[in-house]
């Protein structure tokens, strides 16, 4: 017999080698080739095959290895799913019987280094129950119920159909407000600073202007003697960018919730306190305009599917507000309390500070609604009973309500549960109390 005939004892070695499991290390997944041992390993990378399947594989790495990982995910859970259903066993043991298949897609060429890595992965996602013990990760596959299953995919489906539809808006309003845009220029119209230049409404400061600085002392006698004159003095907080700051302390009328939800004709929409503010003292963006208008359809639609007369504005005056607006931080205004005196364009509102007397005008966005302590006087802002005073019964923190006796109005004497943001505590002066309390 010649030396490499097919019944030499080292070719039969060989075949016998070869039909068994060797080290993972030497094996091409790509190629689907094994390697005896790193000089074989060796050879093979620097062979014209591999090196092609290596320049497909560098095209899209990522989607290979995804590829890769699918695949063995599919096929290690169809051998649970086929051997141990309802089992609790070993994941070793698994992956021992489902790696006794040779040509089984290798775990090195996956996006898990290890088996631990996949059975947390397993756990994570829900297809087993995984337990970490002694000696090893115990696995026991989840049976899920199909109508469940169903289910949770309608609702997968739901949800990704409601995310297009809200890219698909919010394209349509991009497109419009750029329609309008147009159409302003055919006409002639100039067009504003802030649709001009995107930038317009930062903050710009010269090198040679000095430094921007907050007052919060009271005025001089000069001052003070001025304003004798016109009817009262009070600090004054001038700041570049921040609310505007009246020096007009003093208790709010106590007819002034009479008027709570007219028409404002003071201010107009461009100034400074108007509507067109964004924010307080400041110019309001595009996005803010859209995040505004968006927010107020979806809560008008919200209450009119309930049957609730809401509306996108709330405030009113003799209410006590907190001040949420950040830039009055330095101010020392920052999520302090203050008393509505007036409300401007619907949407703004001249908050009188309870601590130093100060007047701020700021946005209803950047104010929050105080809840007093049961027993307290409150004024209805929003809904069905839109206007309506009351006493607070109690407050129920789970659920973010309060229940509110109504003492006027058609449902005069009836208890209503309420949420927070639609009832605010009225100020003393207008009750017939006094302020603070």
Not at 35 to 55: A, I, P, V, Y
Request: glycine share 10%; charged share 30%.
């Amino acid at each position: 017999m010649g030396k490499n005939d097919f019944l030499t004892p080292k070719a039969i070695a060989n075949r016998i080698k070869s039909k068994g499991l060797q080290k993972l290390r030497w094996y091409c997944q790509l190629c689907q080739k094994q390697c005896r041992d790193e000089n074989g390993f060796k050879c093979h990378q620097t062979s014209e095959g591999h090196r092609r399947q290596m320049e497909l594989f560098g095209m899209n790495a990522n989607r290979v290895v995804e590829g890769y990982s699918e695949e063995f995910e599919r096929e290690f859970m169809d051998h649970l799913k086929r051997a141990h259903p309802f089992s609790r066993i070993l994941a070793k043991n698994v992956y021992n019987e489902y790696i006794t298949d040779r040509h089984h897609v290798h775990m090195n060429s996956t996006r898990w280094l290890t088996l631990t890595e996949f059975v947390k992965y397993l756990g994570k996602t829900g297809q087993c129950k995984v337990e970490e013990t002694e000696k090893g990760w115990y696995i026991t596959l989840i049976h899920k119920d199909p109508q469940t299953q169903l289910a949770d995919d309608r609702r997968n489906k739901r949800s990704e159909m409601e995310r297009e539809e809200e890219e698909r808006h919010m394209a349509a309003l991009h497109e419009q407000i750029e329609r309008a845009k147009r159409a302003r220029l055919e006409k002639g119209e100039p067009l504003s600073e802030e649709e001009e230049d995107e930038g317009a409404h930062e903050l710009q400061r010269d090198e040679d202007e000095a430094p921007i600085t907050i007052s919060l002392t009271a005025p001089g006698p000069a001052a003070a003697a001025g304003a004798a004159g016109g009817g009262g003095s009070g600090p004054s907080v001038p700041a570049p960018g921040l609310a505007r700051v009246a020096a007009r302390p003093g208790p709010v009328a106590a007819a002034a919730a009479a008027s709570v939800f007219g028409d404002d004709d003071d201010g107009e929409p461009g100034g400074p306190g108007g509507r067109g503010a964004g924010g307080p003292g400041g110019k309001r963006s595009k996005l803010d305009e859209l995040m505004q208008s968006e927010l107020r359809a979806k809560s008008n639609a919200a209450a009119s599917a309930s049957g609730a007369k809401r509306l996108d504005y709330w405030l009113a005056p003799g209410i006590v507000v907190k001040v949420m607006a950040k830039e009055l931080r330095e101010a020392g205004l920052y999520k302090q309390k203050g008393v509505v005196e007036r409300v401007v364009d619907r949407y703004v509102g001249e908050v009188s500070m309870l601590e130093d007397g100060a007047v701020v005008r700021v946005d209803q966005a950047q104010l929050e609604t105080v809840i007093p302590s049961p027993g307290g006087a409150v004024l209805v802002l929003n809904g069905a009973h839109r206007g309506c005073r009351g006493t607070l019964v109690s407050i129920d923190t789970a659920k973010y309500q309060a229940e509110v006796k109504l003492s006027d109005g058609p449902s005069r004497g009836k208890e209503v549960w309420l949420e927070y943001e639609d009832v605010s505590k009225l100020d003393g002066a207008a009750t017939g109390g006094k302020r603070g309390q």
